[in-house]
């Protein structure tokens, strides 16, 4: 009996039949106890993601709501970065499965986050000290 070629690497089990490698590039996707990893981005289940998404849109509400009330220019500004790093970090663990790989990944894109929402915020804090000279004050012609 002659078999059709597959695409797929095969690999020859101990009674001589071929059955396809669902691992990477042709690598044995069985670990050392013998569960098969078929080198698969995690499942999330839909319900987890649809909670994620629900807590990011009150999170921009609460940022939008945020700018109605003036705390000063630098506290605004604090405050609108901070939920903007607490999204950036929900965005990454879940949506980019960062929660389910190792933890030392975690808080390494944690603290680049980080510093980039701290670098960003000095900036800007510091722009908010030559405002009034970039844009003085409107005179209205008598």
Do not use: C, W
């Not at 009674?15 to 042709?26: I, N, R």
């Not at 993601?49 to 709501?65: D, E, K, P, Q």
């Not at 220019?73 to 929900?90: E, G």
């Amino acid at each position: 009996m002659r078999s059709t070629p597959s695409v797929f690497p095969q690999q020859v089990t101990a009674d001589g039949a071929s059955e396809p490698l669902s691992g990477v590039h042709g690598v044995d996707p069985r670990s050392a106890t013998g569960d098969v990893h078929h080198g698969l981005a995690h499942v999330v289940s839909p319900l987890i993601l649809i909670g994620v998404f629900t807590v990011l849109m009150a999170l921009t509400l609460i940022t939008v709501g945020v700018t109605t009330i003036d705390f000063g220019y630098n506290a605004n500004l604090i405050i609108a970065l901070s939920i903007a790093l607490v999204k950036a970090m929900l965005v990454v663990g879940y949506f980019m499965h960062l929660r389910y790989d190792s933890p030392f990944y975690t808080v390494i894109v944690g603290i680049a986050l980080l510093f980039i929402v701290l670098f960003m915020a000095f900036t800007i804090i510091d722009t908010g000290q030559y405002a009034p000279i970039l844009h003085p004050v409107d005179i209205k012609p008598a």
